[in-house]
T-cell receptor, first 115, second 118 residues
């Protein structure tokens, strides 16, 4: 069974600053996918970024980037130039290959961006 | 942008009652899912559904739960006899394809239905 751990229940960052959210996972699989989802107060979970485990290059999406360390089973999310609209819960999620979109989520990190 | 919509946003029911949570997935999506989040806990996978049948389910998804796509647009989750521990936020999601395909097909989540069992 897979587990996903987010060790930071809450974080805050000043607007325009950079923040890094941590995520570690445990699996015996070699092929899998990792995701960061954002859940704003509207409650809808929105995909922020995804990483395929077979890719060595870290994924980036505009101001969002990841630091994927496969050997360490670590998958952190960096948000650059934080904006007020980034205030949300952030969930790290794992999916093994051929798992039919069955995601295993971490407990979430509540991020507050302060003006 | 098309969205997954869920109704109602909040449902209160008495223990032992049946409840049906409704979802309208994005229209061209073929894969449908239910996840739930008990307050203060992790989001958990319940079930995935494709081609009118369950393709994966977790151990949470016992005989008290069922899913159905009664027509071309709705996707429902039924809990036959609710228990206090079924109180949670229930999220519906849909995707156009399976995520491990070469096509980038993320899950699109709805806003959730908060179920309160009293």
């Amino acid at each position: 069974a897979q587990t996903v751990t987010q060790s930071q229940p809450e974080m805050s960052v000043q607007e325009a600053e950079t923040v890094t959210l941590s995520c570690t996972y445990d699996t015996s699989e070699n092929n899998y996918y990792l995701f960061w989802y954002k859940q704003p107060p509207s409650r809808q979970m929105i995909l922020v970024i995804r990483q395929e485990a077979y890719k060595q290059q870290n994924a980036t999406e505009n101001r969002f980037s990841v630091n994927f360390q496969k050997a360490a089973k670590s998958f952190s999310l960096k948000i650059s130039d934080s904006q007020l609209g980034d205030t949300a819960m952030y969930f790290c999620a794992f999916m093994r290959n051929n798992a039919g979109n069955m995601l295993t989520f971490g407990g979430g990190t509540r991020l507050m961006v302060k003006p | 942008e098309p969205e997954v919509t869920q109704t109602p946003s909040h449902q209160v029911t008495q223990m032992g009652q049946e409840v049906i949570l409704r979802c309208v997935p994005i229209s061209n999506h073929l894969y449908f899912y239910w996840y739930r989040q008990i307050l203060g806990q992790k989001v958990e996978f319940l079930v995935s559904f494709y081609n009118n049948e369950i393709s994966e389910k977790s151990e949470i998804f016992d005989d008290q739960f069922s899913v159905e796509r009664p027509d071309g647009s709705n996707f429902t989750l039924k809990i036959r006899s609710t228990k206090l521990e079924d109180s949670a936020m229930y999220f519906c999601a849909s995707s156009e394809a399976l995520i491990f395909s070469s096509y980038n097909s993320p899950l699109h989540f709805g806003n959730g239905t908060r179920l309160t069992v009293t």
